[in-house]
């Protein structure tokens, strides 16, 4: 079970170590209106929403782990893009984006089976509740690494933002090496 609850720490820090910081970076480093962030958003979710259930039927056939890694794999593409993107195409920053809200949601799929997985039915209650906590911890903890990270330059632009993609990548890995150690004791 503390495997499963490192899990969730990490898959939740390595996602908002990046969302702290992207919507100030895509406006003031890559060009977006700050009228376009709720379109993003919608966007992101929108695709989300659209691919969640393709994904989760594909982790039920392909499997759980194997499906995660996949997932944790891909989603390195869109935070490294999203990190390093500069002044481009609307179109391109929201298609990065939209890419980045699916695959971070996406590995979330086959990780929480995973991790309710690591739990007998009668501690199940317990475990979930202790799981959230460790993922507040994960939101809570990553906000203060980007802010440390991050800085505001001249003319309002961001700085070191690239760094954060290399965190949420080296803690993306450190996670997949976390799940593989998931203990399965009692089928969903």
Request: one cysteine or more; glycine letters at 8%.
């Amino acid at each position: 079970q503390v495997m499963a609850l490192l899990l969730a720490f990490l898959l939740v820090y390595s996602h908002y170590v990046v969302i702290q910081f992207i919507v100030p970076y895509m406006v003031n480093n890559v060009g977006f209106d700050e009228d376009l962030i709720p379109v993003m958003y919608a966007i992101g979710g929108i695709c989300t929403i659209a691919t969640s259930p393709f994904i989760g039927k594909l982790s039920d056939k392909k499997g759980n782990f194997p499906s995660f890694v996949v997932l944790v794999i891909l989603s390195f593409i869109p935070i490294i893009a999203s990190t390093h993107i500069n002044k481009v195409v609307i179109p391109v920053a929201i298609l990065v984006c939209a890419t980045f809200f699916i695959l971070a949601a996406g590995r979330m799929i086959p990780a929480y089976t995973l991790m309710s997985a690591a739990t007998t039915p009668e501690k199940r209650g317990g475990f979930m509740s202790m799981r959230s906590a460790c993922m507040e911890l994960g939101t809570g903890i990553a906000s203060i690494t980007s802010g440390m990270i991050v800085k505001q330059g001249l003319h309002g632009r961001i700085e070191n933002f690239h760094y954060v993609g290399y965190v949420s990548v080296a803690v993306g890995l450190l996670a997949i090496y976390v799940a593989s150690r998931v203990k399965v004791v009692s089928k969903i």
